[in-house]
């Protein structure tokens, strides 16, 4: 009795994989391209950094007006305070010349009754001199129109030798300090005589008629 040699079944052969298979289901798959799956994404992105350089210049814009909004308001605020600085200043030295302008008169009438002589002489010009620096002017001259904005008249009169209100005397002179008045000049004023003016039309009127009768008079001009 023969015994039979275990081997491999009909079932259990292994598969030759040289025989009717494709080759290519052998080869493996190609990876694919890294071009085309890169192409969608690199859109995005530059989508999307345009978007946020959008938004940079939008901010810059931004900073730059408030940087441009900030320095006009610097140079308004620093415009309001030397304006006020000057404002100020102007206002001390008013009032400091205000407070001289007694001994100021007083030098004057010494002047005029000739007692500015000596040490007094010189110490009331140092004085007006530094005055003057300051920016004091005195104004105020007997024969000037009567001007309310600047004179203040303390005696009124009349004169037939003028044509309007007019200062005939300086009974205190006024200051001021560039185009402000710190103290109008105390006058006297005198106006037209009434009728004055009537009377001297009509003696030019006389005048002038007369010299008309003494033309026809003599027989106008020789006949040659």
Request: charge should be negative; proline fraction near 7%; hydrophobic fraction near 35%.
């Amino acid at each position: 009795m023969t015994e039979e040699t275990p081997g491999f079944d009909e079932q259990n052969e292994p598969t030759d994989v040289s025989e009717g298979t494709a080759p290519e289901a052998a080869e493996p798959k190609a990876a694919p391209s890294p071009e085309k799956e890169g192409a969608a994404p690199a859109g995005d992105a530059t989508v999307a950094l345009t978007a946020q350089l959008d938004q940079v210049r939008t901010a810059l814009g931004e900073r730059t007006a408030d940087l441009q909004r900030l320095q006009a308001e610097y140079q308004n605020y620093r415009r309001r305070v030397e304006r006020d600085r000057v404002q100020v200043k102007e206002l001390a030295v008013a009032k400091l010349l205000t407070e001289m302008l007694p001994t100021l008169d007083d030098i004057g009438r010494a002047r005029e009754h000739g007692e500015l002589v000596g040490g007094f002489k010189s110490v009331a010009e140092s004085l007006e001199t530094v005055a003057a620096k300051m920016g004091l002017q005195q104004f105020g001259k007997e024969g000037e129109p009567f001007d309310p904005t600047i004179h203040e008249a303390l005696m009124h009169s009349y004169a037939p030798d003028v044509t309007e209100t007019t200062c005939v005397a300086i009974l205190q002179p006024g200051y001021r300090i560039g185009e402000r008045t710190i103290r109008p000049a105390r006058v006297a004023v005198a106006e037209p005589q009434p009728g004055a003016q009537t009377v001297k039309e009509a003696d030019a009127e006389e005048a002038s008629a007369a010299s008309a009768d003494d033309s026809k008079e003599s027989g106008g001009p020789d006949e040659g």
